[in-house]
């Protein structure tokens, strides 16, 4: 499951850089990894590539994003960085928290 | 298990605390922190393998402590260490401990220890849905399994509710994380910061119940003092007071003070006290590790009598430390030296060592943490304190009496031979310290001026000497060019003679003696006189003595002479007569033959 690409191709310049940080299958990891795709494939329109990394595999790559909360979701591109923890179940907020629905729009 | 180690616990606390005073190491195994003192109040340091919660509010030296645990922990005990900021980068905290001397790249540098600084940034971080920290296990379990760390301390953990929204997510999690610290057999320090009405204001202290340390940082009449309680640990002993300690060059120091009970060997020799005839008066001088005040007011001489008992020392070839805190080490020098006392000589020769500082630098826990702590450094077997009194500036009365009764049981304790120096006021009772000391003072020396004749003397009592029969005399005490001296005083019906009242009865006494002397030469002549006229008389009435029983010897025989003359002429007589004697018979052929 970690590394997986997806890419949808649709006409637009900018990629959206996502990074999902889990550790092991676990049913939150799980839920983030689908609940993450849902809402790309749904609102980005193919213009967005994710990184899993999995922390029981590569412990050391936490430290650079400053990775506490698992599953946390990293939004490297378009800047500023932006982090959701959660297993992203609450679509709302991951729409507000990655900046394609602005927050006060409800 | 776990049940039955809490009864144990339980029963420890109970009863055990004040019985013994013991360590048992047995029953826990504890991680020495290396800290001068804390390990003592701990009975050997914090809880091996269990988390410890240190709590204080901002700036009491939380993350000092948790840095010098882990410093100490590498550099003493071979354990290494992780240090988990989330307060500070690797960066800020290298600079502030480099202060204390502690170079933290050099051990991170030879993997004895990992700083790895957390940063969570609110703004940036966005719920939506579960999660749970396992990111950070895994980092701190990564950090402590590539050194192989025994140490960790977590600074301050707290911050991370800052970070995160959802408490009930983050309370759960650090249960776990405790648990989970355990199970990785780490010695762990948390530190938090402390809460209002609670130890830490996220109530930490619930999670971590093994062992929580309390630091404070107080401030009374302007004068700042840290302190830090052992507020629980579970299955051992320890203090429970309150211990005053210090940040300073060498890092944290903490004054068990109040552990010390009155077990202190004593010893019967005696050390000068300086000053001959007062030596003398005391039988031999002060006891070795007896405490020695001396009192008076104003101008009396009381530094003076501690300058002789500190040169004293130094020519006894023992190191003395002077604690002034009134005069500069320079003034007290010359001054000493106005006495013919050179102390200069012997800060050169390195037996001396002088420490001033005004009281009011400090507060009273702070000044006998340092003298506690030059003691420690210096080894001296005396110590001078002039004038105690002074720390009255800094504390009140019972404050100050505290801090001396622990200052004289450390000094008894190690065997320390102390004179402290009390300044009473004029209107004072003259026989009560200012301080209330007095009932702690194994020798008392008073000094007072004795005013008579438009005149001040001093002069000398020993009030006290406990364990050795001392003088009960006042003695008028000089100060002169060649230091302190004692006299003796005149009593008499007018009272306590001093100075010029004390000369003038010296020469009274010595026209006296003279006078005296007089009379007993002139007897004698009498006396001489009176035999030689009676040996005259003697030797006169010897002389016609035998003039006279010469002339009766004469008168003698001449009447022998003239007897034995009428004798014969009777016989003469009578041949002529023809005479027979009484029986009628005739006297002899002879007698007619011759006829």
Redesign the interface.
Known sequence: MHAAKEKTAKSSDEIWELRLYVAGQTPKSLAAFANLKKICTEYLDGKYRIDVIDLLENPQLGRGDQILAIPTLVRNLPEPIKKIIGDLSNTEKVLVGLDIRPRSNP | MKRAFKKLTKRQLGNGASRSRAPRHEQLEKAPTGIQGLDEITFGGLPKGRPTLICGSAGCGKTLMGVEFLVRGAMEYGEPGVLMAFEETEAELAKNVASLGYDLYDLIEKKKLII?Y????RS?????????????F??L??AIDSIGAKRVVLDTIEA?FS??PNANILRAELRRLFRWLKTKGVTAVITGERGEGALTRHGLEEYVSDCVILLDHRVNDQMSTRRLRVVKYRGSLHGTNEYPFLIDEEGISVLPVTSLGLDHKISFERVSSGVQRLDAMLGGGYYRGSTILVSGTAGTGKSSMAGHFAEAACRAGERCLYVASEESPDQIMRNMHSIGIDLAGWVKKGLLKFDAERPNIYGLEMHLLRIHKLISQYQPPAVVLDPITNYLAVGDQLEVKSMLIRLIDFLKSKGITAVFTSLTHGGDAMEGTVIGVSSLIDTWLLLRDIESNGERNRGLYVIKSRGMAHSNQIREFLLTSKGAQLLDVYLGAEGVLTGSARVAQEAKETAAAILRQQEIERRQRELDRKRAALDAQIAALRASYEVESQELEMGLAEERLREEKLAADRLDMARIRRADDENGRWKSKNNRKQS
């Open positions: 790895d957390v940063h969570v940034e940036e971080i966005e719920e939506a849905g579960e999660y749970d920290l396992e990111g950070l895994i980092r379990g990564l991370i970070g995160f």
